[in-house]
């Protein structure tokens, strides 16, 4: 995709901080992180989905992700967590339409997070939960 930022960046036409790379993965910082040491771990093959991608390589990004915050953790970095994100489709959050797995170092009131919806607090039924499983195992 000659339009892809991440694929200029992996074709080396834009810079990049580089933390990782191997034949199917490159992992840089992210130029405008939500906190210190927020990498991004991409496949270097485009696709825009995850679902797009081979199952053999989406183990590999979250083994690859792992790497990576098993070092955000061994480094100095302040971090007492590290959130794993990925948002496949624009409803999703996704800005750029290449697969990207964000690792987010976090700690307490670090000032980000998720918003949840008016009326999360109210559990579904049980039955309500049942229904909206079955139309998913129906697919897998």
């Known amino acids: 995709m000659k339009d892809c930022i991440f694929c200029k960046i992996i074709n080396g036409e834009l810079p990049c901080s580089k933390v990782y790379e191997d034949d199917d993965f490159l992992a840089f910082m992210d130029i405008q992180p939500v906190n210190k040491g927020h990498v991004l771990v991409i496949p270097k093959i485009h696709k825009e989905s995850i679902v797009d991608l081979d199952d053999n390589l989406v183990k590999k990004l979250i083994i690859v992700g792992n790497k990576i915050n098993k070092a955000i953790r061994k ?9 794993f994100f990925l948002a496949d489709g624009e409803a999703a959050g996704q800005e750029v339409f290449h697969v990207h797995l964000h690792l987010i170092p976090r700690f307490e009131k670090d000032g980000f997070g998720f918003t949840f919806p008016e009326g999360y607090v109210d559990k579904p039924e049980r039955d309500e939960l049942e229904q909206i499983a079955q139309k998913i195992k129906s697919n897998v």
């Open 75 to 83: 480094s100095d970095i302040k971090s007492d967590g590290v959130n």
